[in-house]
């Protein structure tokens, strides 16, 4: 069950940073604050300029604070699936205390014997998840905390990432004027949050189709068991209808989401509309469908980059089938191409949150879904990668007349301005393409013209 509170997730992208506040009161979260503006300083989603990234930070969170009306000091960040590694882990320890009982400090200690295994220095720990405790041999424990024992042993799922991008985000963030709380892995906190307990653990893809780049994540038995990145992303598409149209990139962004179909066969002649062109004296008519294939040659690229991978470690086989998320799943159509190429069965994940419901904010939420659900050993084991100490002590007895505590925020009055923005970065060499919240929002319908429902956000 979630833990009850307050929880901030920050999401930075290539195309837009978003930030999320979200408070859980008995396992309900509620958002109370989100923003989403242009992004700067990060190219195919790492941060190559610290000081111009922390202002896009910066904006966004006082965008989300204005909102909320709250302070935000500290944030849940989502790292990136680049040069990600998971390898299986263990450790034992004896059971020192007078009484043999487990403790929380016996769990903590398990952990970092697990952590001892040796690994190249440019590389560092962001996560562990325990997967199961063993109890003087027996098996099959979740949490050994109160046993009698006398040897504790653990087995779980080591993460590792490049200590490089480590350092910059958490460095970007702090001069953004906030502190790290925690630094979550963006696939794992993805697939947790938007496959179902059958897709957990019979196995399910995970498809994030953001603006720099592509990820894919596969979740079988509960556990993460891939994720790669690949630097193409919905920024490609826009460069592409750029260069065949010879049109500026505000003009092809706009056109990507106001007339753009992923699937030609769903594209007409008919449908017509009027282009900017350089070195025009006149707008250039341009149809529908012609948008379409410009568009779909760029996806179908990526999505057999990403099909031959899946291919390989027979991802394709799972019977969760794929699910995108992402901003440029917005696009009509881009489940029927998808479920084309990849010959399996493919569905949108759009959120239920209100006010919300974009594919493209998926991640950020599940950022604050992932951190709010963490239970209380996979916070030991948190605790112990990042070298606190966090004991469990015996419950304070604390008045009820005490006001009440907000965890990592407090209250701030400012008048909200909201903003939204998406802009594409830099040119890149083209590829031919042969290769705010409201309670009683009604739920948002998914059809053919869901550009007209998320559009905005790209204006």
Same mark, same amino acid.
Do not use: C, W
């Given at each position: ?95 020192? #205390? ?212 899946? %291919? ?22 881009? #489940? ?51 070298? %606190? ?57 998914? #059809? ?12």
């Amino acid at each position: 069950m979630a833990r009850n509170g307050f929880f901030t997730g920050l999401d930075i992208g290539t195309s837009s940073v978003k930030v999320l506040v979200a408070e859980y009161v008995e396992g309900e979260m509620n958002v109370i604050g989100v923003s989403n503006v242009k992004s700067s300083g990060v190219k195919d989603g790492i941060i190559v300029n610290i000081d111009v990234a922390a202002n896009a930070i910066k904006t966004a969170i006082a965008q989300a604070e204005e909102k909320a009306g709250i302070r935000i000091d500290k944030v849940n960040v989502a790292l990136p699936a680049n040069q990600l590694q998971m390898e299986p882990t263990q450790g034992m320890i004896p059971v020192t #205390t007078d009484s043999q009982e487990i403790t929380d400090v016996d769990v903590q200690n398990v952990v970092k014997s697990a952590l001892t295994k040796s690994m190249t220095p440019e590389r560092e720990v962001i996560s562990f998840i325990p997967e199961e405790f063993v109890v003087d041999g027996f098996h099959g424990i979740k949490d050994p905390r109160g046993m009698m024992g006398i040897r504790l042993e653990m087995r779980g799922m080591l993460y590792t990432g490049p200590r490089t991008i480590l350092y910059n985000l958490r460095k970007t963030v702090e001069r953004a004027g906030v502190q790290v709380e925690n630094v979550v892995i963006s696939s794992l906190a993805l697939t947790r949050s938007v496959l179902n307990e059958g897709e957990k653990e019979f196995g399910a893809i995970v498809i994030d189709l953001g603006g720099g780049q592509t990820t894919f994540a596969v979740m079988r038995g509960q556990e993460l068991k891939d994720a790669k990145v690949y630097q193409e992303g919905g920024d490609y598409i826009t460069k592409d209808i750029s260069k065949v149209l010879t049109t500026s990139q505000s003009i092809a962004e706009n056109l990507k989401f106001n007339y753009g179909i992923a699937y030609p066969q769903e594209a007409t002649e008919k449908e017509k509309f009027m282009v900017e062109v350089i070195g025009e004296s006149s707008p250039v008519e341009v149809t529908e469908r012609y948008l379409s294939e410009v568009i779909s040659a760029r996806l179908r690229q990526i999505f057999a980059r990403v099909r031959q991978e899946l %291919e390989r470690t027979r991802a394709l086989d799972l019977p969760g089938g794929i699910v995108l998320v992402g901003g440029v799943a917005v696009l009509p159509g881009i #489940t029927e191409l998808a479920q084309e190429v990849f010959g399996v069965n493919t569905k949108l994940y759009v959120p239920n949150q209100i006010g919300i419901r974009n594919p493209a904010f998926a991640q950020v939420i599940s950022i604050v879904e992932y951190v709010g659900n963490l239970d209380e050993v996979e916070m030991i084991a948190q605790a112990a990668v990042n070298g %606190e100490a966090t004991l469990r002590q015996k419950p304070v007895e604390i008045p009820m007349d005490l006001p009440r505590v907000r965890p990592s925020v407090q209250p701030v009055q400012r008048e909200v301005v909201p903003e939204t923005s998406s802009e594409p970065v830099e040119d890149r060499s083209f590829v031919p393409y042969s290769e705010e919240v409201e309670q009683d929002e009604p739920k948002a319908k998914i #059809t053919d013209r869901i550009r007209g429902l998320f559009g905005s956000m790209f204006e």
